[in-house]
């Protein structure tokens, strides 16, 4: 069943890891793939890999946190395709983790500007454009951090909590439209973000998953597939869990 036939979707820091597979899952099922990272040749390359995969692919190099990318992505996509139809905000990154009085506010900035206003910018574009059609998909990637908090990585647990915040502000303002707004809160997912991380760091989080295992890349491109789908109808404002069974709400 290929559920994006003739959408057009736009897939932030899709240059490796758990974006490139949800515009691989996208693609797959028909969509039309914009994606961006801040590293041009990566996206680049992302892109020719998705096009060898017969998916129409774009690639956006940019960083997402400034206004000036996201309203090119939101541009290309409309010129190329003259439609928009997902977005799925996927950038993040942990920043350093210590314990909060160790932390200059300078991190908190840094990883806020990533995690929160690069997906503020990207939904603030993308939506007039849905809102013309009536019909939208967006998902934001949240995470398990911003539902319980991780000690020692306080920008990235808050940042994420306030993804969780957004989510559900801009689902009831869209409510009444063809709009759906959700996020999920993954627990660890092997990639290449968690080499920010220390060993010790990574054998805390994942003692906390009842599964004993990090997720996988296809499972959360799986879910990604169904919320960014018009099988997604009912749902906004909500949290999705992809935890292994962490998540205690």
Same mark, same amino acid.
């Given at each position: ?70 309203? !090119? ?49 990207? !939904? ?17 990637? #949240? ?14 647990? #808050? ?23 959700? !996020? ?47 099988? !997604? ?17």
């Amino acid at each position: 069943m290929r559920r994006f036939e003739d959408q057009v979707a736009i897939v932030t820091g899709a240059g490796s890891g758990i974006g490139l597979g949800i515009a691989e899952r996208l693609g797959s099922e028909g969509a039309r793939v914009l994606i961006t990272d801040i590293d041009g040749a990566v996206a680049d390359h992302a892109a020719v890999a998705l096009a060898k995969q017969g998916v129409d692919a774009l690639a956006v190099a940019g960083d997402t946190a400034e206004e000036a990318t996201a309203a !090119c992505a939101a541009a290309q996509a409309m010129d190329t395709w003259g439609r928009l139809d997902v977005l799925v905000n996927n950038t993040g990154i942990i920043g350093n983790t210590a314990p909060l009085w160790e932390l200059p506010v300078s991190e908190l900035d840094r990883v806020y500007a990533v995690n929160l206003r690069g997906t503020y910018l990207f !939904c603030q574009k993308a939506v007039p454009h849905m809102l013309a059609r009536d019909y939208g998909r967006i998902v934001n990637m #949240a995470s398990i951090a911003g539902k319980e908090g991780n000690p020692n990585m306080t920008p990235y647990s #808050a940042t994420k909590a306030a993804v969780i915040g957004l989510t559900k502000t801009l689902g009831k303002e869209l409510a009444e439209t063809g709009i759906r707004v959700n !996020c999920l809160t993954p627990a660890v997912v092997r990639t290449p973000i968690w080499e920010q991380t220390t060993q010790a760091q990574m054998d805390m989080l994942l003692a906390r998953i009842p599964m004993r295992r990090s997720g996988e890349i296809e499972e959360v491109a799986a879910l990604v597939a169904w919320l960014a789908s018009a099988e !997604c109808s009912f749902s906004t404002g909500a949290v999705f869990d992809i935890s292994g069974g962490r998540a205690t709400y």
